[in-house]
């Protein structure tokens, strides 16, 4: 039986701040996020898959305004390399409207990583 209590600090919560329509999260936090935990090494093909699609619906629903500020984030070259991985493998998984979407990815990543980044890529034996 539950005991009565005079306490009301559990009322202090709001927990309509966490509403979908209220909460927010930061798309380039989780983009880098994804990137820095990609799971390139992993022999599981399952999670390599979801971690793909995860991404890939990151980078689709930032805006192609926001791109720019989303790359300027990400610190280490390694990251733009394992995001143009991501980038690759999305276009071997067309959607309506994604191949747009990565081309613009594509191009803002090359213009900070280079064409060593699209080497660095095409040479690797680990997948995204």
Same mark, same amino acid.
């Given at each position: ?13 709001d927990?309509d701040?966490y509403?979908e /329509?209220?909460?927010?999260?930061? /798309?380039? /936090?989780?983009?880098?996020s ?39 984030s ?6 733009? /390399? ?14 309506e ?13 090359f213009?900070?990583?280079g064409?060593?980044s ?11």
């Amino acid at each position: 039986m539950a005991k009565n209590t005079s306490s009301s600090a559990f009322r202090k919560i709001d927990v309509d701040q966490y509403n979908e /329509d209220n909460f927010k999260e930061d /798309d380039a /936090d989780q983009a880098s996020s994804g990137m820095i935990n990609a799971p390139l090494m992993c022999k599981n093909q399952q999670v390599k898959d979801n971690a793909l699609s995860l991404t890939l619906r990151v980078l689709l629903s930032i805006k192609s305004s926001q791109i720019d500020a989303a790359i300027e984030s990400l610190d280490d070259p390694e990251l733009c /390399d394992v995001l143009m991985k991501y980038i690759y493998r999305g276009f071997e998984i067309p959607s309506e409207g994604s191949s747009g979407h990565l081309l613009t990815w594509h191009e803002k990543v090359f213009a900070k990583g280079g064409v060593g980044s699209i080497v660095r890529v095409l040479s690797d034996s680990a997948r995204a």
